[in-house]
């Protein structure tokens, strides 16, 4: 359509054939974050709710949200009028949205179709002005790519076309044909760094008489290459070297037949030495996972972790299984599995949590239960069995003989939509059997998503005994960062009393995914907020972990996360920033805190051995606090100190270019015997240290 497109219809028919929720309806977009979406039998396809995109805050609902299920197999009607700021959308005849935009509104673009872990199709579409002018119908034209193979384009006199002939170890291969001198593919950008070596690998069948070129370019330059030979019918392995004199950003990799001739390529590779080195883990991206000194890091996480299968990810990569991802219209190599998780963990000294999959009906196709839990039966024995065992054995295999002893489990991920009863009956025969397997593991089961304290209550009633964790997960709308964190403390403490009157008053809350959906200051705020809270409820709160917690800068949604990053560098989201102030201030004891805080979030702890004091706060209001601390007897102060993050402005944000226009700084604080003053501008957040004698 056309983005100077303002007010109009949009109707067509819609059919979903297949998948866990049913239709995206899109409308005035502007551009991949300016946007209006109809997001029809979302949420497990339970209910019907407008969404809205705003520039760099990311998106969320707004206006009412209908219950509504979408059927598999029949064809829907589907009118969305926009008049002005008023929106309405009708299904079937029926009104399922009449709303007006009182903020921010979009009043001019195009209009959209899509789905999410679902397979539809539509028909009839047509767009229209309100004066009966018909502005578009049909389907739109698309445009036929040569190759097929995102990512890569082709080079040279020839062709090249994804094929299914003989792929070496999925369902496509790359067929590349050249008719004379040279011709093949490329991809770019790859950073490429001087004084560095890169090691790669392809795997190649087929017939080049002149052989095959293999060259790394900074532009038309060539950084350094190698020939290779192709003459076998049958899959084979080549590996070759580069060395870089020179700096290049944005680098291109060709693989190329020389000649005529034609040859099936499939699982090309290229890795930094010094990425080897570390185990095949980004240096840089390592360390920024490794300075936050996680204690517990979750994997395989969100949607990823109900179709994964642990089987195919494991073992020479050749072997290992590639298969879609509809959910982001992607494949899936499974070149980072299990082994290479725990390796990344233990190299960082953070335990790994593995969520199983234990074949729900939306996520797997015809799954038998009983073949499930066998495989998640086997995953254990292949982390925590002895060489000796079947599984273990496999293990030792692959260069892992002694057993990793993984502690912590999470039976599968946000199972809301197959209902809270068949979880249960779900968990109870999971739990048992795991734990049998190994009695040493501790388990986690889905909780609530939001605020859904009855799914907390009916879960603690039906398996509170059966499990050590109830896994809660939480997102926050960013314009909450100060009262949010408060919101979510109430609910943690409603759900930490079904615990205690529970039959497992040890059951521990667990918040596996939490973040503010964005990655301006107000998601580091949000972060500070939260972390305080999740301290204060530590009587029945003991672990949580953010999401996203890595983020590629390409991605089209879900920008909220801590690193992000792209092929050159990568820079830390202000929620980063909170969290690894907080943990490089962590101590275990927690103080009582008397007196008016006046609308501060504040906690204070002890060290083990008693001589320092942290108190950290966040000042959400727009207004400077005057703060005064005064210390209980049993603490002598001797001298303090202060780290502070006050940007200034709610909008401020890292980037790649300005990766430290958010981060911590020097304050001042004033002694005066046991009082320790100072003052906090608005929208900050600071670390108290306080030393005693």
């Known amino acids: 359509g056309d983005k100077d497109w303002g007010d109009y219809e949009f109707t067509f028919e819609a059919q979903k054939i297949d998948g866990a929720e049913a239709f995206l309806v899109l409308f005035r977009v502007l551009n991949d974050e300016e946007f209006y979406w109809y997001n029809i039998g979302g949420w497990g396809n339970i209910q019907i709710a407008l969404e809205k995109g705003v520039k760099d805050r990311g998106w969320g609902l707004i206006g009412p949200v209908v219950r509504n299920n979408i059927e ?13 700021a008023h929106l309405t959308v009708k299904l079937d005849d029926k009104t399922m949205l009449d709303f007006t935009d009182q903020t921010n509104q979009h009043l001019k673009g195009c209009v959209g179709l899509g789905t999410w872990n679902t397979k539809a199709q539509y028909r009839n579409i047509k767009v229209t002005s309100l004066d009966g002018k018909t502005l578009f119908e049909g389907l739109p034209e698309l445009k036929k790519e040569q190759i097929g193979t995102r990512f890569w384009q082709f080079y040279g006199k020839g062709e090249a076309q994804l094929t299914e002939d003989n792929p070496l170890n999925s369902t496509w291969c790359q067929a590349i044909t050249s008719d004379a001198d040279e011709a ?3 991809q770019k950008p790859f950073c490429i760094r001087k004084g560095e070596v890169y090691n790669g690998s392809l795997w190649v069948r087929g017939e080049a008489p002149d052989g095959m070129i293999v060259k790394l370019l900074d532009g038309d330059k060539t950084i350094d290459k190698a020939e290779l030979a192709a003459s076998k019918t049958d899959w084979s392995e080549f590996k070759f070297t580069f060395r870089s004199r020179v700096n290049a950003k944005d680098a291109t990799l060709r693989i190329g037949v020389t000649g005529k001739g034609t040859i099936w ?19 840089d991206l390592l360390k920024a996972i490794a300075d936050l000194k996680p204690p517990v890091i979750r994997w ?23 298969y879609p991802r509809e959910i982001w219209d992607d494949l899936d190599i499974n070149s980072y599995g299990a082994d290479e998780f725990i390796r990344m963990c233990k190299k ?3 335990e790994p949590l ?20 066998q495989d998640v039966l086997d995953w254990i024995e292949y982390c925590n069995g002895p060489a000796t065992s079947k599984w273990g054995k496999v293990r030792a295999e692959n260069g892992h003989r002694k057993p990793y002893n993984v502690k912590f489990w999470e039976i599968d991920n946000e199972t809301w939509g197959m209902g809270v009863e068949n979880y249960i009956e779900a968990v109870r025969k999971f739990a048992t059997a795991m734990k049998k397997a190994d009695p040493t593991i501790k388990l986690a089961a889905c909780g609530s998503g939001g605020f859904d304290l009855e799914w907390n209550r009916k879960m603690i009633d039906g398996c509170a005994d059966v499990i050590d964790y109830l896994s809660i997960h939480h997102y926050e709308n960013p314009d909450s960062f100060a009262k949010g964190p408060f919101n979510y403390e109430k609910f943690i403490r409603q759900t930490g009393e079904l615990i205690t009157k529970s039959k497992n008053p040890n059951l521990k809350i667990y918040c596996s995914e939490w973040n503010a959906q964005s990655i301006d200051w107000r998601t580091g705020l949000y972060a500070g907020g939260v972390l305080n809270a999740f301290e204060r409820c530590s009587d029945n709160f003991e672990m949580a972990g953010p999401a996203l917690f890595l983020r590629h800068q390409s991605a089209t949604a879900w920008n909220n996360a801590f690193i992000n990053f792209d092929h050159t560098g990568w820079f830390t989201a202000p929620n980063y920033v909170l969290m690894k102030l907080w943990r490089d201030h962590y101590a275990p004891d927690r103080l009582g805190i008397e007196g008016d805080v006046k609308g501060l979030n504040v906690v204070a702890t002890k060290s083990q051995d008693g001589k320092k004091v942290y108190f950290k706060v966040v000042n959400p209001s727009d207004k400077e606090r005057e703060v005064n601390l005064t210390l209980g007897k049993g603490f002598t102060v001797k001298k303090a100190s202060m780290q502070i993050v006050a940007p200034g402005s709610l909008d401020a944000r890292n980037t790649l270019k300005n990766p430290d226009a958010v981060k911590p700084n020097k304050g001042e604080v004033e002694i005066n015997g046991q009082d320790v003053k100072f003052k906090l501008p608005s929208l900050s957040a600071a670390v108290v240290t306080i030393k005693g004698r």
């Open 354 to 373: 593995l969520v199983v999959n234990i074949g729900t009906k939306a996520w797997n196709e015809n799954p038998n239960e009983q073949e499930f839990l």
């Open 184 to 186: 093949g593919v490329e």
């Open 348 to 350: 960082i000294g953070a």
């Open 265 to 283: 390529l499939d699982q090309v590779s290229l890795m930094a030495k010094n990425a080897r080195k570390v185990g095949g883990y980004r240096p």
């Open 300 to 322: 395989p996480g969100g949607c990823f972790a109900s179709p994964y299968r642990w089987k195919d990810g494991i073992g020479p990569q050749h072997k290992r299984k590639v």
């Open 72 to 84: 598999t197999g029949r064809w829907y009607k589907i009118v969305v009028r926009c008049e002005g």
